[in-house]
T-cell receptor
């Protein structure tokens, strides 16, 4: 069983389009995250939800909108895609707590042409 | 604010040699420290973590790290490198956000290259 899954794995699209990435975890965790990893492998936290409540909302363009329909899902919708949005996006989950391990999904490689 | 510095964006060692990846942190409170590994085209997975207690922490795949408060360091080591260890390694420190929520502050990563 996959603990944290993301779909799609690859996403190639044109500038200006709107796209969504879905994330699901079956670990029973109460906290979920979205990260962006650039071409230099630098990891940047974008959002974090705890029990469907937004906890972390870093300086991210408002074209990015997370949605958490329930504790097991955290989707990411991106409007008006730009070239600079090209990156690998990772979903992760954990139990709330400062010592808790984050479990990562396999990533979604987004390429904007 | 917490921060993490990983010295060396790339580290190259020969197969069978000692692996040493350096991590220094800044924290105003007792830190909780993590090492994650990312194999090519995969997500990150936990190697090991320090919370409290013994300062030498053992992880998966023969890796270990030692928490040294006086040096604010949490370096990752492995006595003998294997080709399968080639990956990106990330050090992180836990940081309080609000209402008992936490986030990880990440280092920039170190790419470990293993020479045959």
């Amino acid at each position: 069983d996959t603990a944290v899954s993301q779909t799609p794995k690859y996403l190639v699209t044109q500038m200006g389009n709107d796209k969504s990435i879905k994330c699901e975890q079956n670990l029973g965790h109460d906290t979920m995250y979205w990260y962006k990893q650039d071409s230099k492998k630098f990891l940047k936290i974008m959002f974090s939800y705890n029990n469907k409540e937004l906890i972390i909302n870093e300086t991210v363009p408002n074209r990015f909108s997370p949605k958490s329909p329930d504790k097991a899902h955290l989707n990411l919708h991106i409007n008006s895609l730009e070239l600079g949005d090209s990156a690998v996006y990772f979903c992760a989950s954990s139990q709330r707590g400062n010592t808790d391990t984050q479990y990562f999904g396999p990533g979604t490689r987004l390429t904007v042409l | 604010a917490q921060s993490v510095t990983q010295l060396g964006s790339h580290v190259s060692v020969s197969e069978g040699a000692l692996v040493l990846l350096r991590c220094n942190y800044s924290s105003s409170v007792p830190p909780y420290l993590f090492w994650y590994v990312q194999y090519p085209n995969q997500g990150l997975q936990l190697l090991l973590k320090y919370t409290t207690g013994a300062t030498l922490v053992k992880g998966i795949n023969g890796f270990e790290a030692e928490f040294k408060k006086s040096e604010t360091s949490f370096h990752l080591t492995k006595p003998s490198a294997h080709m399968s260890d080639a990956a990106e390694y990330f050090c992180a420190v836990s940081d309080a956000v609000m209402d008992s929520n936490y986030q990880l502050i990440w280092g920039a990563g170190t790419k470990l290259i293993i020479k045959p």
